[in-house]
C-alpha cells in the first residue's frame, strides 16, 4: 500500500480552511487540521467521523506563543508533505488607518503575518525535503499590483505576511522545501461575501493543484489558485 502524504492545515474550522480540508482528503492525503475548538454536530466533526483513519483535529489558539508544542504533541513524530497555514482576519470593519485602535492593530497583524511565519518557522523540521509550507496571502499583499484600497488594513497586513516570507527565505542557505504565498482568488466566503465569482469548493481545488505541483521544487513564490505567478 502507498504511502499516503501527510498535510497540516491551519485555520480549518469553516470557509477556506474546511473546504481545503475536504478537497486533500478527496484527493487521498491524511489531513492534520488546527482549530481553535472543535463544536459538536460541526461540518469538521462530521468530517472526522466519515473520515477516522485520514483526519486528525488538533485544537489550539494559533496566536499562543505555545501552539507549535501543542501541534507537535498531535502530530506525535509524523512528518509532512504539507504545512498550509490559512488562519487570518479581516480586522476592524472600517479599514480606516485613521481610526485604527492600538489593539485592533496589534491583533490583526499578529494573526495575519507574525503568527503564521512563527508557526511555519516552529513547524518548519517537521515537513519533509521537497515538501511544501505555504501562507494564505492576498493579491491585496502585493504593493505593485496595488488593489488594496478598500481593504488597506487588511491588505497591509498580508503584505507583513509577505515580507516576513521572503525575509526567511533571505536567512536561509538554500531552500529545502518550496516556500509559498498563495492567493486563493475571491471566494464566496463569510469574508469574501455572496458576491465572490469563486466557490470555497473552486479555490480549493486549485489551491490543492497549486501545492501538489510545488512538492520537490523547493522555490519560492507567490502564487494564485490557478498556479499564475503574482509580483511581491
Known amino acids: ?67 507549535a508544542s501543542t501541534i507537535e504533541a498531535a502530530l506525535n513524530g509524523q512528518r509532512l508533505d504539507c504545512a498550509l497555514f490559512n488562519a487570518g482576519v479581516y480586522g476592524p470593519a472600517h479599514q480606516d488607518p485613521r481610526q485604527a485602535e492600538s489593539a485592533d492593530i496589534g491583533q490583526l497583524f499578529l ?7 512563527r508557526l ?12 511544501v509550507i505555504a501562507c494564505m496571502s492576498s493579491q491585496m499583499a502585493s504593493v ?32 529545502p522545501w518550496s516556500l509559498l504565498a498563495l492567493h486563493p482568488g475571491w471566494v ?13 469548493e473552486q479555490s480549493a481545488s486549485g489551491l490543492r493543484e497549486v501545492i501538489t505541483q510545488q512538492l520537490g521544487r523547493r522555490q519560492c513564490n507567490f502564487l494564485d489558485y490557478q498556479g499564475q505567478s503574482l509580483p511581491w
Not at 469574508?191 to 466557490?199: E, T, V
Request: glycine share 10%.
Open 188 to 200: 464566496r466566503t463569510d469574508m469574501g461575501g455572496d458576491s465572490a465569482p469563486l466557490s470555497v
Open 1 to 67: 500500500m502507498a504511502v499516503k502524504r501527510q498535510i497540516l492545515i491551519c485555520g480549518a474550522s469553516r470557509g477556506l480552511g474546511l473546504g481545503l480540508v475536504r478537497t486533500f482528503l478527496d484527493a487521498g492525503w491524511q489531513v492534520h487540521a488546527v482549530v481553535r475548538e472543535l463544536r459538536p454536530a460541526s461540518p469538521l466533526e462530521a468530517l472526522r467521523t466519515q473520515h477516522p483513519d485520514d483526519l486528525q483535529v488538533i485544537t489550539c489558539d494559533l496566536n499562543r506563543l505555545d501552539a
Open 120 to 131: 511555519a518557522q516552529q513547524l518548519a523540521g517537521h515537513v519533509i525535503d521537497g515538501g
Open 111 to 117: 494573526a495575519n503575518a507574525v503568527a503564521p511565519i
Open 144 to 175: 505593485e499590483l496595488a488593489l488594496a484600497a478598500g481593504m488597506p488594513l487588511y491588505g497591509a497586513s498580508k503584505a507583513a505576511l509577505n515580507s516576513l516570507l521572503r525575509s526567511w527565505q533571505a536567512q536561509l542557505p538554500e531552500l
